[in-house]
T-cell receptor, first 112, second 113 residues
Framework: RKEVEQDPGPFNVPEGATVAFNCTYSNSASQSFFWYRQDCRKEPKLLMSVYSSGNEDGRFTAQLNRASQYISLLIRDSKLSDSATYLCVVNGLTGGGNKLTFGTGTQLKVEL | EAGVAQSPRYKIIEKRQSVAFWCNPISGHATLYWYQQILGQGPKLLIQFQNNGVVDDSQLPKDRFSAERLKGVDSTLKIQPAKLEDSAVYLC???????????FGSGTRLTVV
């Protein structure tokens, strides 16, 4: 089983739609969780951290379910500029300390 | 705040040649990482430094890859000799502590022909 699994997509949605991405992780000792956004041929950029209580930043909502080892990202009222790859990232404890492990990413295409 | 600086942005080399990448992290960030991102995949950790010490290099192909972080600031990653499958983007990232999210540099896109 991969450490972090995501549906690679692509998700093609019309502008204004609501879209949700899911992610599962295998290390139950993982300590912190993030969503990163990566535009084509650019570096990943931190979108938001994910907390057990859930957190919201404008049109973006992230949720964590530790019991199911599941993370989600919801984007409401999609914009063309939301088109990107969304990477699920898990910070887990390894022999060498904490390490961020990335999923393969979910590609989102928002269309007119 | 200045970001993570990397150079060069692009590099094309022939297989069996050697190449080196440079990274300057955000000032004050003790933790520095090198990631390899192959097209269509998520970034894969190659090596993690805490100050100038290595804390995780379990996925670094040590027969051809080496990295150092002298004085706990700048870092270099070297590949010698390069193989075709090393074609990827090499991303450097830094963080204040390993529990926080990282800030990535713009990466070095390596093409091995």
């Amino acid at each position: 089983r991969k450490e972090v699994e995501q549906d690679p997509g692509p998700f093609n949605v019309p502008e204004g739609a609501t879209v949700a991405f899911n992610c599962t992780y295998s290390n139950s000792a993982s300590q912190s969780f993030f969503w990163y956004r990566q535009d084509c041929r650019k570096e990943p950029k931190l979108l938001m951290s994910v907390y057990s209580s859930g957190n919201e930043d404008g049109r973006f909502t992230a949720q964590l379910n530790r019991a199911s080892q599941y993370i989600s990202l919801l984007i409401r009222d999609s914009k063309l500029s939301d088109s990107a790859t969304y990477l699920c990232v898990v910070n887990g404890l390894t022999g060498g300390g904490n390490k961020l492990t990335f999923g393969t990413g979910t590609q989102l295409k928002v269309e007119l | 705040e200045a970001g993570v600086a990397q150079s060069p942005r692009y590099k094309i080399i022939e297989k069996r040649q050697s190449v080196a990448f440079w990274c300057n992290p955000i000032s004050g960030h003790a933790t520095l990482y090198w990631y390899q991102q192959i097209l269509g995949q998520g970034p894969k950790l190659l090596i993690q430094f805490q100050n100038n010490g290595v804390v995780d290099d379990s996925q670094l192909p040590k027969d051809r890859f080496s990295a150092e972080r002298l004085k706990g600031v700048d870092s270099t990653l070297k590949i010698q000799p390069a193989k075709l499958e090393d074609s990827a983007v090499y991303l450097c990232a830094s963080s204040f502590s390993s529990l926080n999210g990282y800030t990535f540099g713009s990466g070095t896109r390596l093409t091995v022909v």
